[in-house]
C-alpha cells in the first residue's frame, strides 16, 4: 500500500503569514495533485506535477515535485482568510487514472 | 460543474441494515471511484470503475460492493452496515488532461451515519 504523510496536520495562522506544506511518500508517483477541500464540498483540484523538479506557481501558491517523483511541497505567500481548507496531495499511478491521497492539512487563516 | 450528483446526500441507519449509496454522472466519463474521507484519514479508495461491469477494489474494499450496469451510475453498497462504516462518502469521476493524467472532480459527499 502507498501511503502518502502530510505535515502539518493542522495549521493556525495569521493573515499575510507565509506557510509551507510537506506531502512525503517512500514510493515513487507519476504525478502529484494537490486539491483544496472546504467543509460540505467535495475536493477540487488546484495543480497537477508530472515531472522531477517540476515547480507550478498559481498565483501566490507554488507547488513543487520532489526530483524522485516521492515527494511534493506546497508554498503559500501572504496566506489569506480565503486560502482556508483542507489541503490535499494525491498521487498518481497506473496512468494517473488511479490516486492515492495523503492525510490532509487542515489550513486555517486567521485576520 | 462535472455533473455530478450523490444520493442520498444524508443517511442515518442501523447497525446490520443494507445500504446503497448512489452516484450520477451526466458526461459518460469511463473513471468513477468510490471514496470515504475519515478525520487523519484524507480520502480512502474503496472502489473504482474504468468501464460498465468493470470494476476494481481499493484499499480499503472490505465490507462494501459495487456494481456500474450504465455508464452514468455507479453504486456502492454496504451488505451489513457496521458503526465503523460511518463516514462521508465521495463519488469522484476523472477527465482526461493533455498531460497523460486524470483530473479527478468530485461529488458532493454523502453523509452516512451507522447507529
Known amino acids: 500500500t502507498q501511503l502518502l504523510e502530510q505535515s502539518p496536520q493542522f495549521l493556525s495562522i495569521q493573515e499575510g503569514e507565509n506557510l509551507t506544506v510537506y506531502c512525503n511518500s517512500s514510493s515513487v508517483f507519476s504525478s502529484l495533485q494537490w486539491y483544496r477541500q472546504e467543509p460540505g464540498e467535495g475536493p477540487v483540484l488546484l495543480v497537477t506535477?508530472?515531472?522531477?523538479?517540476e515547480v507550478k506557481k498559481l498565483k501566490r501558491l507554488t507547488f513543487q515535485f520532489g526530483d524522485a517523483r516521492k515527494d511534493s511541497s506546497l508554498h503559500i505567500t501572504a496566506a489569506q482568510p480565503g486560502d482556508t481548507g483542507l489541503y490535499l496531495c494525491a498521487g498518481g499511478t497506473g496512468g494517473g487514472n488511479k490516486l492515492t491521497f495523503g492525510t490532509g492539512t487542515q489550513l486555517k487563516v486567521e485576520l | 460543474d462535472a455533473g455530478i450528483t450523490q444520493s442520498p446526500r444524508h443517511k442515518v441507519t442501523e447497525t446490520g441494515t443494507p445500504v446503497t449509496l448512489r452516484c450520477h454522472q451526466t458526461?459518460?466519463?469511463?473513471?468513477m471511484y468510490w471514496y470515504r474521507q475519515d478525520p487523519g484519514h484524507g480520502l480512502r479508495l474503496i472502489h473504482y470503475s474504468y468501464g460498465v461491469k468493470d470494476t476494481d477494489k481499493g484499499e480499503v474494499s472490505d465490507g462494501y460492493s459495487v456494481s456500474r450496469s450504465k455508464t452514468e451510475d455507479f453504486l456502492l453498497t454496504l451488505e451489513s452496515a457496521t458503526s465503523s462504516q460511518t463516514s462521508v462518502y465521495f463519488c469522484?469521476?476523472?477527465?482526461?488532461?493533455?498531460?497523460?493524467?486524470?483530473?479527478?472532480?468530485f461529488g458532493e459527499g454523502s453523509r452516512l451515519t451507522v447507529l
Open positions: 458526461e459518460n466519463h469511463r473513471y
Open positions: 506535477v508530472v515531472t522531477g523538479g
Open positions: 469522484a469521476i476523472s477527465v482526461p488532461t493533455p498531460r497523460g493524467t486524470g483530473e479527478l472532480f
